[in-house]
């Protein structure tokens, strides 16, 4: 089992750059496929994007292909998502998210606010 903890996000501007931190508690992080997650006002709860447990292997949605990366380093248990070049609509609480395989995610973050202002 892992427990997943969220320092805050916080307000940027258009075409910032933000980084989200998710460290871990708990056994065997680097088992773990992380993923993120983000949810709008309104709006359901959409993928960001996922890395693999070795690094090896990343895959974003769409929307933020180009412009968010994921990273990970095991040793100190924590995954990250650096966003460029934000944009509005990129406002949402941001999730991140731990499970054995990419189809099912079973450990979740509290979540945080990034708000992008235009």
């Known amino acids: 089992q892992v427990q997943l903890v969220e320092p805050g996000g916080g307000l940027v501007q258009a075409g910032g750059s933000l980084r989200l931190s998710c460290p871990a508690s708990g056994r065997a992080f680097s088992s773990y496929v992380m993923g993120w997650f983000r949810q709008a006002p309104g709006k359901e709860r959409e993928f960001v994007g996922r890395?693999?447990?070795?690094?090896?292997?990343?895959y974003y949605a769409d929307s933020v292909k180009g412009r968010f990366t994921i990273s990970r380093d095991n040793a100190k248990n924590t995954v990250y998502l650096q966003m460029n070049s934000v944009k509005p609509e990129d406002t949402a609480v941001y999730y991140c998210?731990?499970?054995?395989?990419?189809?099912?995610?079973?450990?979740w973050g509290q979540g945080t606010q990034v708000t992008v202002s235009s």
């Open positions: 998210a731990a499970g054995d395989t990419s189809l099912k995610y079973d450990y």
């Open positions: 890395i693999s447990w070795t690094s090896s292997s990343t």
